[in-house]
């Protein structure tokens, strides 16, 4: 499956972004699909993930109550909704498919990455 990001940009503290994660090559609605970040000079992590059918979703305590994620299966797209971003949000944000986690946080799991995209948040 390719994976393409989009809806990076610019964003003082307060205010939001929509991530978009557009699929094809494989059938979307197999894969759970994962957000993962990375700042400069660190260590990509996990921020959010949700199941084949959008039924369960995940999230990194750092971003629990600010950022949704959602899927459309019929649009083969993922998004992530982010909401009262904070300059510590600022970083290259990746969305990744994986067939059947064992754990949803683990980047080991996710065998498809897109290129990311780039969110920067101004103090």
């Known amino acids: 499956v390719q994976l393409q990001a989009s809806g990076g940009g610019l964003v003082q503290t307060g205010g939001s972004l929509r991530l978009s994660c557009a699929a094809s090559?494989?059938?979307?609605?197999?894969?759970?699909m994962g957000w993962f970040r990375q700042a400069p000079g660190k260590e990509r992590e996990f921020v959010a993930a949700i199941r084949w059918n959008g039924g369960s979703t995940y999230y990194a305590d750092s971003v629990k109550g600010r950022f949704t994620i959602s899927r459309d299966n019929a649009k083969n797209t993922v998004y992530l909704q982010m909401n009262s971003l904070k300059p510590g949000d600022t970083a290259t944000y990746y969305c990744a498919a994986a067939s059947n986690p064992v754990r949803v946080t683990s980047l080991g799991e996710y065998a498809y990455w897109g290129q990311g995209t780039l969110v920067t948040v101004s103090s």
């Open positions: 090559g494989s059938t979307f609605s197999n894969y759970y």
